[in-house]
């Protein structure tokens, strides 16, 4: 019985460590919503900085400009195959006090992608605050999304 208890809690540490509710909040983007990260819809699941990066952007494309957004931020590309990053998609989260990073890695047409979500709990919810690819060399607060 010991051994079977045991080996519960191992499990159940080993799951804790892997994903959790900020988790949860990013797995929303590799599944039903892949590809839909800048859409109005799922605005609600962001806070600053990235907000106001998603209100520049919108600005610019509404004065009939190219907006900073030029790519899927959670795929770091322009074309995926949902297919294969659902099947690949690990995430791991990391939580310290008010503050999460969720990691997802995946393979996307066969090569390997990382990327990094910064989270914030703002009134007892996760929010996305920022995205990141740092392999690609790439943080979505720090593009310039200025709009006159």
């Known amino acids: 019985m010991r051994l079977v208890m045991a080996f519960s809690f191992v499990l159940a540490m080993a799951?804790?460590?892997?994903?959790?509710p900020?988790?949860?909040?990013?797995?929303?983007?590799?599944t039903d919503?892949?590809?839909?990260?800048?859409?109005?819809?799922?605005?609600?699941?962001?806070?600053?900085?990235?907000?106001?990066?998603?209100?520049?952007?919108?600005?610019?494309?509404?004065?009939g400009e190219l907006g900073c957004i030029d790519a899927g931020l959670a795929v770091s590309g322009q074309d995926f195959d949902e297919?294969?990053?659902?099947?690949?998609?690990?995430?791991?989260?990391?939580v310290d006090g008010d503050r999460a990073t969720v990691v997802a890695r995946f393979t996307?047409?066969?090569q390997p992608n990382?990327?990094?979500?910064?989270?914030?709990?703002i009134g007892g919810k996760w929010l996305i605050a920022d995205?990141?690819?740092p392999a690609e060399g790439w943080r979505f607060s720090e593009f310039d999304c200025t709009y006159p």
Not at 88 to 94: M, Q
């Open 83 to 94: 297919k294969e990053i659902g099947g690949s998609l690990k995430l791991t989260e990391k």
């Open 131 to 133: 995205i990141a690819n």
């Open 33 to 63: 919503n892949i590809g839909m990260e800048a859409s109005d819809e799922m605005r609600h699941f962001y806070t600053e900085p990235a907000l106001s990066q998603f209100a520049g952007n919108d600005k610019a494309g509404d004065a």
């Open 15 to 20: 799951a804790g460590a892997a994903a959790g």
């Open 108 to 110: 996307n047409f066969t």
């Open 114 to 121: 990382e990327v990094e979500w910064s989270l914030r709990k």
């Open 22 to 30: 900020a988790a949860d909040i990013v797995k929303r983007f590799y």
